[in-house]
């Protein structure tokens, strides 16, 4: 069983947003809610020498919620 406090980025859940201290997060590779612990990746993307994305922790208080879908079908035809 996986832990709900704990999201990774292709973990089949869905896109989420999440959040660190009410701000906004994004390009999140690893969330974990009950720690406090965010793991980005800034923008520009950069890679490490041995071909790793370069990242970020951010710590503070995680909230990750779902994506809210903008359009779409709405169950009416």
Do not use: W
């Not at 970020?56 to 879908?69: A, E």
């Amino acid at each position: 069983m996986q832990n709900p406090y704990v999201h990774y980025a292709d973990d089949g859940l869905g896109p989420r947003d999440v959040f660190v201290n009410g701000n906004p997060i994004r390009h999140v590779v690893y969330a974990n809610e009950a720690k406090g612990v965010v793991e980005f990746a800034p923008l520009p993307l950069r890679v490490k020498r041995n071909g790793e994305i370069y990242t970020r922790k951010l710590h503070g208080t995680v909230i990750v919620k779902p994506q809210q879908r903008i359009g779409g079908c709405n169950g009416h035809s």
